[in-house]
């Protein structure tokens, strides 16, 4: 059985790098682009460090939409997931026992609170109040099936 030849591939030209000169003003001219060049980089990279600490700080004017366009655009999409959390906690008024809420229930009706409190940095504060601080490792895997979205806290702790 004969080998099937497999054509080429034409490989790009390379640019034929300069070569060495011994103008000692060209040299000079280089070194001097050089540094100016990595002047405007540490320039750049300071401007964009303060631009992302102003961020951080605050998150005003960060969203390149106009209120009109972020409700137009996400309007219905967030109705939806509001109207899905209102029947989670319509189902639990409605459900059978009445007994103690269980800890991932207070969680969400604090992080409803905080939705409601017209405070800045909401999506912060509601996932450092969802979130487990712990840095302790648990000495055994048994009887843990997966993450539990709130964090359980021991009698008199607060997140």
Do not use: W
Not at 65 to 74: A, E, G, K, M, N
Not at 82 to 110: T, W, Y
Not at 142 to 155: C, D, I, N, T, Y
């Amino acid at each position: 059985m004969a080998r099937q030849q497999i054509p080429k591939v034409p490989q790009p030209p390379t640019p034929n790098p300069q070569p060495p000169t011994n103008n000692p003003q060209q040299t000079t001219n280089n070194k001097q682009q050089t540094t100016n060049n990595k002047q405007q980089t540490t320039a750049r990279l300071s401007a964009d460090q303060v631009r992302k600490k102003r961020f951080m700080k605050t998150a005003s004017s960060t969203c390149p939409l106009t209120r009109q366009q972020v409700i137009q655009q996400y309007f219905l999409e967030h109705r939806a997931r509001l109207l899905d959390v209102a029947a989670f906690l319509d189902r639990l008024d409605r459900s059978s026992d009445s007994g103690e809420p269980d800890f991932r229930e207070l969680a969400l009706r604090q992080a409803v609170a905080v939705l409601a409190d017209n405070q800045p940095q909401r999506t912060a504060r509601i996932l450092h109040l969802l979130s487990d601080h712990t840095t302790d490792l648990p000495q055994s895997a048994h009887g843990m099936k997966g993450a539990l979205g709130a964090v359980r806290l021991s009698e008199g702790s607060t997140p």
